[in-house]
Nanobody
Framework: QVQLVESGGGLVQAGGSLRLSCAAS????????MRWFRQAPGKERELVAT????????TYADSVKDRFTIARDKAKNMVYLQMNSLNPEDTGVYYC??????????WGQGTQVTVSS
Protein backbone atom coordinates (compact mmCIF):
# COMPACT_ATOMS: atom_id res chain seq x y z
CA GLN A 1 0.00 0.00 0.00
CA VAL A 2 1.16 3.55 -0.80
CA GLN A 3 0.27 6.32 1.62
CA LEU A 4 -0.40 9.68 -0.01
CA VAL A 5 -0.58 13.13 1.56
CA GLU A 6 -1.70 16.13 -0.49
CA SER A 7 -0.91 19.74 0.26
CA GLY A 8 -0.92 23.13 -1.41
CA GLY A 9 -4.62 23.81 -1.77
CA GLY A 10 -6.18 27.12 -0.83
CA LEU A 11 -8.19 30.11 -1.97
CA VAL A 12 -7.09 31.93 -5.10
CA GLN A 13 -8.63 34.50 -7.40
CA ALA A 14 -9.56 33.66 -10.96
CA GLY A 15 -6.52 33.83 -13.18
CA GLY A 16 -4.20 32.85 -10.37
CA SER A 17 -2.02 29.81 -9.82
CA LEU A 18 -1.54 27.08 -7.26
CA ARG A 19 0.86 24.18 -6.97
CA LEU A 20 -0.39 21.01 -5.35
CA SER A 21 1.99 18.46 -3.90
CA CYS A 22 1.49 14.79 -3.14
CA ALA A 23 3.95 13.04 -0.86
CA ALA A 24 4.03 9.29 -1.37
CA SER A 25 5.39 6.79 1.10
CA UNK A 26 8.34 4.64 0.03
CA UNK A 27 7.31 1.71 -2.10
CA UNK A 28 6.22 3.60 -5.15
CA UNK A 29 8.33 1.24 -7.24
CA UNK A 30 5.15 -0.83 -7.59
CA UNK A 31 3.17 2.12 -8.91
CA UNK A 32 2.33 2.33 -12.58
CA UNK A 33 0.50 5.63 -12.72
CA MET A 34 0.06 8.63 -10.48
CA ARG A 35 -3.06 10.65 -11.02
CA TRP A 36 -4.78 13.78 -9.81
CA PHE A 37 -8.55 13.74 -9.55
CA ARG A 38 -10.92 16.44 -8.41
CA GLN A 39 -14.44 16.53 -7.09
CA ALA A 40 -16.64 19.59 -7.13
CA PRO A 41 -19.63 19.87 -4.79
CA GLY A 42 -22.50 17.77 -6.05
CA LYS A 43 -20.45 16.30 -8.87
CA GLU A 44 -18.66 13.05 -9.50
CA ARG A 45 -14.93 12.72 -9.06
CA GLU A 46 -13.17 13.39 -12.34
CA LEU A 47 -9.71 12.59 -13.63
CA VAL A 48 -7.56 15.67 -14.15
CA ALA A 49 -4.09 14.43 -15.03
CA THR A 50 -2.01 11.25 -15.21
CA UNK A 51 1.72 10.59 -15.20
CA UNK A 52 3.49 7.28 -15.59
CA UNK A 53 5.73 6.73 -12.60
CA UNK A 54 8.54 5.16 -14.58
CA UNK A 55 8.74 7.17 -17.80
CA UNK A 56 6.97 10.38 -16.91
CA UNK A 57 4.50 10.39 -19.80
CA UNK A 58 1.53 12.66 -19.14
CA THR A 59 -2.10 13.00 -20.16
CA TYR A 60 -4.68 15.63 -19.23
CA ALA A 61 -8.40 16.19 -19.22
CA ASP A 62 -9.44 18.54 -22.01
CA SER A 63 -10.71 21.05 -19.44
CA VAL A 64 -7.23 21.58 -17.97
CA LYS A 65 -4.98 20.99 -20.96
CA ASP A 66 -2.47 23.80 -21.49
CA ARG A 67 -3.22 25.17 -18.01
CA PHE A 68 -2.19 22.35 -15.66
CA THR A 69 1.08 20.44 -15.54
CA ILE A 70 1.66 17.17 -13.69
CA ALA A 71 5.19 16.19 -12.72
CA ARG A 72 6.90 13.70 -10.47
CA ASP A 73 10.18 13.52 -8.59
CA LYS A 74 11.06 9.86 -8.19
CA ALA A 75 13.96 10.56 -5.85
CA LYS A 76 11.65 12.39 -3.43
CA ASN A 77 8.54 10.25 -4.03
CA MET A 78 6.63 13.41 -4.86
CA VAL A 79 3.99 14.25 -7.45
CA TYR A 80 3.00 17.81 -8.29
CA LEU A 81 0.18 19.56 -10.07
CA GLN A 82 0.95 23.06 -11.25
CA MET A 83 -2.31 24.86 -11.95
CA ASN A 84 -2.31 28.12 -13.89
CA SER A 85 -5.06 30.38 -15.20
CA LEU A 86 -7.45 29.02 -12.63
CA ASN A 87 -11.16 29.68 -12.99
CA PRO A 88 -14.11 29.06 -10.66
CA GLU A 89 -14.90 25.79 -12.46
CA ASP A 90 -11.62 24.41 -11.10
CA THR A 91 -12.96 24.62 -7.55
CA GLY A 92 -13.11 21.31 -5.72
CA VAL A 93 -11.26 18.83 -3.59
CA TYR A 94 -8.18 17.54 -5.36
CA TYR A 95 -7.06 13.98 -4.69
CA CYS A 96 -3.81 12.22 -5.43
CA UNK A 97 -4.08 8.60 -6.57
CA UNK A 98 -1.52 5.83 -6.98
CA UNK A 99 -2.51 3.13 -9.45
CA UNK A 100 -0.62 -0.08 -8.70
CA UNK A 101 -2.45 -2.18 -11.26
CA UNK A 102 -3.49 -5.55 -9.87
CA UNK A 103 -2.01 -4.60 -6.49
CA UNK A 104 -4.65 -1.94 -5.97
CA UNK A 105 -5.20 1.80 -5.91
CA UNK A 106 -4.46 4.25 -3.12
CA TRP A 107 -5.91 7.68 -2.37
CA GLY A 108 -4.87 10.67 -0.35
CA GLN A 109 -7.21 12.60 1.92
CA GLY A 110 -7.62 15.46 -0.57
CA THR A 111 -6.86 19.15 -0.53
CA GLN A 112 -9.42 21.90 -1.11
CA VAL A 113 -8.97 24.34 -3.99
CA THR A 114 -11.31 27.31 -4.16
CA VAL A 115 -11.19 29.78 -7.03
CA SER A 116 -13.10 33.01 -6.55
CA SER A 117 -14.44 35.05 -9.44
Amino acid sequence: QVQLVESGGGLVQAGGSLRLSCAASPGTFSTYYMRWFRQAPGKERELVATITWSGGSTTYADSVKDRFTIARDKAKNMVYLQMNSLNPEDTGVYYCNADRGSLGSDWGQGTQVTVSS
